[in-house]
């Protein structure tokens, strides 16, 4: 979303909004407890793109395009997780942004 900056006259300019992508690997208890689904619909809410799917070892991986502020809002609901998940570690990683994704996928 543009953010717009005041330039102390009547008229506004408008700044555009820098994407970032992120890696993020969560561990914990979050493989057959609807993690995905929940990661999903939160990402759908606030506008991420990317994708979440699960990961032979246990854990859930997701990857996410957006503005800093929304993915830092994602981040935190990725924290908290569906009722019946436990979340014990989220490791964060910087990515390139792509034009890759259109809307927010399970795989």
Request: net charge positive; hydrophobic share 40%.
């Amino acid at each position: 979303m543009p953010v717009l900056l005041s330039t102390g006259c009547s008229k506004l300019r408008v700044k555009p909004a820098v994407l970032r992508a992120k890696h993020f690997l969560i561990r914990g208890r979050v493989q057959g407890v609807g993690y995905r689904w929940f990661a999903q619909r939160a990402a759908e809410r606030l506008g991420v793109r990317g994708y979440v799917r699960n990961l032979p070892g246990g854990e859930v991986e997701v990857r996410a395009q957006a503005e800093d502020n929304i993915l830092a809002d994602f981040k935190q609901e990725l924290s908290h997780g569906p009722h019946a998940s436990r979340v014990s570690e989220i490791v964060e990683e910087d990515l390139p942004v792509t034009d890759d994704y259109s809307s927010f996928l399970i795989r």
